[in-house]
């Protein structure tokens, strides 16, 4: 039996679900393991599924895919592009997209998977898939650490895991050290004073403090942080108000936070949580801010020798060519808690989705921001080819490398 795992790919790509809310992604995760005769659990952390193959004596492999989708409206025009909706965690009917490839992870582990149980005579050991949900909201890796995944199956050597990216098709990017950065989600809320919309003086006006507390808040990264450091500040959405003419008693913001490593988070918290109590008590706010911290993730750190052995594998397969140091991403993972809890090495890398000429064009061009669209972008779509097949790949020489050769 050989997986169609274009088929797969684009049927999850048009049927995307939202953070543990991934019932159908996991049900199509369980019928390709059934298929191919890999033992499974399902429901582990809520929606997550962890595959095992048990090949004789050897290491064990863990090799993570999240499931995922986000709350965006597709403006690809694919012809299998998300017409799809859901239910975010305030209860609000929302567009939803695959818009950062997550259902591209999922086809390449699961076409990897069934590579390395048609090669078993190759290799000796175990793996582990990882099937995690909701790693949009931080949150899967720990949901499914807590409900045991750790204890109740083979515990890891080494955490293995990849994510497709805006490089070219064929091109890996993988680096020693800190890869991604932390994170932290917060939800502000600021208190006023309501009232009717044409007596503004009898009221204290949230949306002015909270119109005030974004604007300053960019202050934060322009003229707190050294240059030469990291730190992202981002106000990504606003809520207050029903109508024109009342103005609203509160009013809420959700920020999200990156930097490298502890002490910038400790410095960013710090400013940000100042900037907002101070706008709060210039605005004669009746009460403080409520300031909630929704997530927290460490950053994403590649172990460096077990990057160096890897790096060495995907040369030795693709080329030195096909592989780059891409530098630290701003964006933020939780698949580091498997290692870190684990007490193992993790190596994380990504891999290109754009057509080599279409990105060589934009480069030469200087178009790259207009033209290449990211991750989280509704314009969001890898190619499908050669992605899949080199996702795959990558895996299998990636399991391969540390696993027992045979």
Same mark, same amino acid.
């Not at 005769?37 to 095992?52: C, D, S």
């Not at 098709?169 to 993988?174: E, L, R, S």
């Not at 052995?309 to 991403?329: I, N």
């Given at each position: 039996?050989?997986?169609?795992?274009?088929? #797969?790919?684009?049927?999850?790509?048009? %049927? /995307?679900?939202?953070?543990?809310?991934?019932?159908?992604?996991?049900?199509?995760? *369980?019928?390709?393991?059934?298929?191919?005769? !890999?033992?499974?659990?399902?429901?582990? =952390?809520?929606?997550?599924?962890?595959?095992?193959? &048990?090949?004789?004596?050897?290491?064990?492999?863990?090799?993570?895919?999240?499931?995922?989708?986000?709350?965006?409206?597709?403006?690809?025009?694919?012809?299998?592009?998300?017409?799809?909706?859901?239910?975010?965690?305030?209860? @609000?009917? *929302?567009? +939803?997209? %695959?818009?950062?490839?997550?259902?591209?992870? +999922?086809?390449?582990?699961?076409?990897?998977?069934?590579?390395?149980?048609?090669?078993?005579?190759?290799?000796?050991?175990? !793996?582990?898939?990882?099937?995690? /949900?909701?790693?949009?909201?931080?949150?899967?890796?720990?949901?499914?650490?807590?409900?045991? $995944?750790?204890?109740?199956?083979?515990?890891?050597?080494?955490?293995?895991?990849?994510?497709? @990216?805006?490089?070219?098709?064929?091109? !890996?990017?993988?680096?020693?050290?800190?890869?991604?950065?932390?994170?932290?989600?917060?939800?502000?809320?600021?208190? =006023?004073? =309501?009232?009717?919309?044409?007596?503004? %003086?009898?009221?204290?006006?949230?949306?002015?403090?909270?119109? $005030?507390?974004?604007? &300053?808040?960019?202050?934060?990264?322009?003229?707190?942080?050294? /240059?030469?450091?990291?730190?992202?500040?981002?106000?990504?959405? #606003?809520?207050?108000?029903?109508?024109?003419?009342?103005?609203? $008693?509160? $009013?809420?913001?959700?920020?999200?936070?990156?930097?490298?490593?502890?002490?910038?988070?400790?410095?960013?918290?710090?400013?940000?949580?100042? #900037? +907002?109590?101070?706008?709060?008590?210039?605005?004669?706010?009746?009460?403080?801010?409520?300031?909630?911290?929704?997530?927290?993730?460490?950053?994403?750190?590649?172990?460096?020798?077990?990057?160096?052995?890897?790096?060495?594998?995907?040369?030795?397969?693709?080329?030195?060519?096909? *592989?780059?140091?891409?530098?630290?991403?701003?964006?933020?993972?939780?698949?580091?808690?498997?290692?870190?809890?684990?007490?193992?090495?993790?190596?994380?890398?990504?891999? =290109?989705?754009?057509?080599?000429?279409?990105?060589?064009?934009?480069?030469?061009?200087?178009?790259?921001?207009?033209? !290449?669209?990211?991750?989280?972008?509704?314009?969001?779509?890898?190619?499908? %080819?050669? @992605?899949?097949?080199?996702? +795959?790949?990558?895996?299998?020489?990636?399991?391969?490398?540390?696993?027992?050769?045979?």
């Amino acid at each position: 039996m050989t997986l169609d795992l274009e088929a #797969i790919y684009v049927d999850l790509h048009r %049927h /995307p679900e939202l953070s543990f809310q991934e019932t159908r992604t996991a049900g199509i995760v *369980v019928d390709r393991l059934r298929e191919l005769g !890999i033992e499974f659990e399902e429901g582990i =952390g809520k929606t997550g599924v962890l595959g095992v193959i &048990r090949n004789g004596e050897g290491p064990v492999v863990w090799l993570r895919a999240d499931m995922d989708a986000l709350p965006v409206e597709e403006l690809t025009g694919l012809e299998y592009a998300s017409t799809a909706r859901g239910t975010d965690p305030r209860g @609000t009917n *929302v567009p +939803v997209m %695959h818009a950062c490839g997550h259902d591209m992870h +999922v086809t390449a582990l699961l076409g990897a998977l069934e590579r390395l149980v048609d090669t078993k005579g190759e290799w000796a050991g175990t !793996i582990v898939a990882v099937f995690q /949900p909701a790693e949009e909201h931080g949150a899967g890796s720990q949901a499914m650490i807590a409900d045991g $995944a750790l204890e109740r199956f083979p515990k890891p050597d080494i955490v293995l895991g990849q994510h497709v @990216t805006p490089l070219p098709a064929g091109v !890996i990017g993988v680096r020693p050290g800190t890869q991604m950065a932390a994170s932290d989600g917060l939800t502000v809320t600021l208190h =006023g004073r =309501g009232g009717h919309g044409s007596r503004p %003086h009898s009221t204290i006006d949230p949306i002015v403090m909270a119109a $005030a507390t974004v604007m &300053r808040l960019q202050t934060v990264v322009s003229r707190e942080t050294d /240059p030469r450091d990291v730190a992202v500040v981002t106000v990504g959405s #606003i809520h207050a108000g029903l109508k024109n003419n009342i103005i609203p $008693a509160e $009013a809420t913001l959700e920020l999200s936070l990156r930097y490298p490593d502890d002490a910038a988070r400790d410095r960013v918290l710090a400013k940000v949580e100042r #900037i +907002v109590r101070a706008e709060s008590a210039a605005s004669d706010a009746p009460q403080p801010p409520t300031i909630v911290t929704d997530h927290t993730l460490p950053p994403t750190i590649n172990d460096p020798d077990a990057t160096a052995r890897l790096v060495g594998a995907f040369e030795r397969t693709f080329g030195a060519e096909s *592989v780059v140091d891409p530098g630290m991403f701003t964006g933020s993972e939780d698949v580091s808690w498997f290692a870190r809890d684990a007490g193992v090495p993790l190596v994380f890398w990504f891999w =290109g989705g754009v057509d080599p000429q279409k990105f060589a064009a934009a480069m030469a061009a200087g178009t790259m921001e207009s033209e !290449i669209p990211t991750n989280h972008s509704p314009y969001f779509a890898p190619v499908i %080819h050669p @992605t899949i097949d080199r996702g +795959v790949e990558n895996l299998v020489v990636a399991a391969r490398e540390f696993l027992t050769a045979r």
